[in-house]
Structures are given as structure tokens and as C-alpha cells.
């Protein structure tokens, strides 16, 4: 599929999409006579995962490292699980946080709804 219908299916822009490549986040992108992109499932699959990163707040700087890590192949594999082992940790520690945060939140609405004098 051409950028345009990469962008469409995946939801980046097609300038997201150049600049991804340019920064090395999208690697090995083939090419077709006329030197236009052309993008298959298995760069869908990894714009997905790198879209769920960008979710959940990996820095850019450690997603093209582990976009590096990836395209130097399976002797990478090892630093890869840890650098997702530290990120879901760093999820982990968010959502602990997160859920401190929503309860006393909760706490502030039943304070308020005990004093509504209706």
C-alpha cells in the first residue's frame, strides 16, 4: 500500500509517517520503481506497536532506540525485553499513582455530595 493508504489504515499522517522514517523509528520501508514508499502488513503491525509506546508515554528517544535495537536483529533481544520491562514498570508505578489520585478525588465528591443540603 502507498503512504496515503498507510496513513489512512494506521491513522498518522503521511508527514508523521516521513518524519518516523527520517528519525529511524520506521526502518527498511521498500520502495517501488519510481522510489515511492510502499507499505506492507508487517509495517502495519509495527506502527501499532510504536503507536501503543507513544500511548503510553515512551519517550520518542527511547522508541528510535528501540527501533534500532530491532532492525540489528535477535542479538538484540535481551535489551529489548528490558527496556520494555523497565517501561511496564514505569506503567505500573503511573497507574498506582494514577489510582491514589482518582480516590482522592472520589473522596472530595462524596465530601461534597454529604454536605449538598438537598
Known amino acids: 500500500m502507498n503512504i496515503g493508504e498507510f ?3 494506521t491513522g498518522v499522517s503521511a508527514d508523521t509517517l516521513r518524519y518516523y522514517e527520517k528519525v529511524g523509528v520506521l526502518r527498511q520501508i521498500t520502495r517501488d520503481a519510481s522510489g515511492h514508499r510502499v507499505f506492507g502488513e ?3 503491525d509495527w506502527i501499532a506497536f510504536v503507536l501503543r509506546l507513544k ?4 519517550p520518542l528517544a527511547d522508541i528510535r532506540r528501540y527501533a534500532q535495537l530491532r532492525a540489528e536483529g535477535v542479538a538484540t533481544l535481551v535489551e529489548r525485553r528490558r527496556m520494555l520491562e ?3 514498570q514505569h506503567l505500573e508505578d503511573k497507574l498506582a499513582r494514577d489510582r491514589d489520585h482518582l480516590a482522592a478525588i472520589r473522596a472530595k465528591i462524596a465530601y461534597y455530595e454529604q454536605q449538598d443540603p438537598a
Not at 500511548?55 to 515512551?58: D, G, I, L, N, V
Open 55 to 58: 500511548a503510553t508515554a515512551m
Open 86 to 88: 523497565r517501561h511496564a
Open 7 to 9: 496513513a489512512a489504515r
Open 42 to 44: 508487517r509495517d502495519l
